[in-house]
């Protein structure tokens, strides 16, 4: 039989930790199917909420940059924003530069990890689109 206070003890930790289920994982707010949406060089980055996140209680935080530098850039426009988009446009204005953009979710205090697109070229999208 299991002494008072280590079953007190227990009790305590499951709850604090978020093992009774009251909080999502970190795993379950990462945004899903982050990609660019292209039309006539106007660039959209896109994404749909992780498994955990259906009502409005996320924000977004999204960051870009030109493929092979090391340092992302905040979106300030797009930092804490409640929306499944961000117009990256200005940002990727050099047609013929390849870029990436990632987003994190944040919800209840928990931050998902970064999810990133592939790498997008405007040019390239706009040749396919003809």
């Known amino acids: 039989m299991m002494p008072k206070h280590c079953f007190l003890g227990f009790l305590i930790?499951?709850?604090?930790?978020?093992?009774?289920?009251?909080?999502?994982?970190?795993?379950?707010?990462?945004?899903?199917?982050?990609?660019?949406?292209?039309?006539?060089f106007h660039n959209i980055l896109q994404w749909q909420p992780?498994?955990?996140?259906?009502?409005?209680?996320?924000?977004?935080?999204?960051?870009?940059?030109i493929y092979g530098q090391r340092q992302w850039k905040n979106k300030e426009d797009c930092w804490g924003t409640?929306?499944?988009?961000?117009?990256?446009?200005?940002?990727?204005?050099?047609?013929?530069?390849?870029?990436?953009?990632?987003v994190r979710a944040a919800s209840a205090g928990s931050y998902s990890e970064w999810s990133m697109t592939p790498r997008f070229t405007p040019w390239w999208e706009r040749a396919k689109g003809l």
Not at 14 to 27: C, I, K, M, N, S
Not at 50 to 65: E, H
């Open 13 to 40: 930790s499951f709850f604090l930790t978020g093992v009774a289920g009251t909080q999502p994982t970190h795993e379950s707010l990462k945004p899903q199917r982050v990609q660019f949406q292209s039309r006539n």
């Open 50 to 65: 992780g498994r955990a996140l259906t009502g409005n209680s996320s924000v977004y935080f999204v960051q870009y940059k």
């Open 82 to 102: 409640q929306e499944l988009f961000c117009d990256l446009t200005s940002e990727t204005s050099d047609i013929q530069e390849p870029y990436y953009g990632r």
